[in-house]
């Protein structure tokens, strides 16, 4: 433990445990100096006391450490710690996430998600993507000033032209709604639990290649179940396939057609695969 740290602060042992007194000591004073100054105001030991205290300490702190590091001769470690905290949560703080939406049709799921992160915030639809022109999807990009992209078949099987498309617009996330291709190794490696795709469905069952839209319902109604339901899940290397992160279920009735059971998914799909992805990007 002791000897990860020196490598870490690239420190000897003399400093080592000069830097810990400091902590220590700079802790101490630290919380010592909140205290008193709360002393001097009135407050009663409850709720507004204890967050008073936890503001305070977290603005004294590093003042304390800076001043026990001087006489320990560990000034410019601390400057240079403390400064890459400061950096750090602000760059935390600041950055967007950006989603790319891949989408083949026409485009409903899309215009949910668009909708649900259209007020401004951390999360931004930086790019819809497209593999059929003329699309809805690309309408619904339109409307809502995104700019979109399409790529045809043959041209989204290069996963390093993709990824360098992606890169232009600094994507970060990808939502895959209602998007039929299957998605190529390269962008699987490059965003790993960063694509999230929604099946209509209840996986694994009436998942793979083939396995879409009318398709799924068809053979639903076909087996008879009596329920089906949506899934959203972690994309990989594989169609229909990884982590589950929710699943919905609805019943199918007797007199259920594939175009009636897709409305009742889609009334899922439109309940949950926003506020899911909302979730994880929290
Ligand atoms: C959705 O029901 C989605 O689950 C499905 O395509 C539909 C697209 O609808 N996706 C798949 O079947 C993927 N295997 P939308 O264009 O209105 O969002």
Redesign the pocket.
């Known amino acids: 433990m002791l000897e990860k740290l020196k490598q870490r602060w690239k420190v000897n042992t003399l400093n080592l445990i000069l830097i810990i007194a400091t902590f220590a000591l700079g802790g101490s004073l630290c919380g010592y100096a909140g205290r008193k100054i709360l002393q001097l105001t009135n407050i009663d030991k409850g709720f507004l006391y204890i967050l008073l205290y936890i503001i305070l300490i977290t603005l004294l702190w590093p003042i304390c450490v800076l001043i026990i590091s001087v006489p320990l001769g560990q000034f410019s470690f601390f400057r240079r710690y403390i400064k890459r905290i400061a950096d750090r949560t602000s760059r935390r703080s600041a950055k967007k996430i950006n989603i790319a939406i891949f989408?083949s049709?026409?485009?409903?799921?899309?215009k949910k998600i668009i909708e649900h992160f259209s007020s401004p915030g951390k999360v931004k639809i930086a790019l819809v993507v497209c593999n059929k022109p003329g699309a809805g999807?690309l309408d619904i990009a339109a409307q809502a000033n995104i700019p979109s992209i399409v790529i045809e078949k043959n041209a989204f099987a290069d996963g390093d032209a993709v990824l360098a498309q992606l890169k232009n617009y600094h994507i970060d996330f990808i939502v895959l709604?209602?998007f039929?291709l299957k998605v190529p190794e390269q962008l699987i490696k490059a965003f790993p639990k960063k694509i999230v795709n929604?099946?209509?469905a209840l996986l694994p069952k009436y998942g793979g290649k083939g396995?879409?839209?009318h398709y799924?319902h068809e053979s639903v109604i076909a087996n008879k179940d009596v329920e089906s339901g949506?899934t959203i899940h972690f994309a990989d290397e594989v169609y229909?396939h990884g982590e589950i992160i929710l699943q919905a279920r609805c019943p199918v009735d007797p007199n259920d057609t594939a175009a009636t059971l897709a409305q009742k998914?889609?009334v899922l799909?439109h309940a949950h695969y926003a506020t899911e992805i909302d979730k994880l990007l929290r």
């Open positions: 989408a049709g026409a485009g409903s799921n899309a999807v709604a209602g039929l929604i099946h209509p396995m879409y839209g799924v949506i229909d998914i889609h799909e």
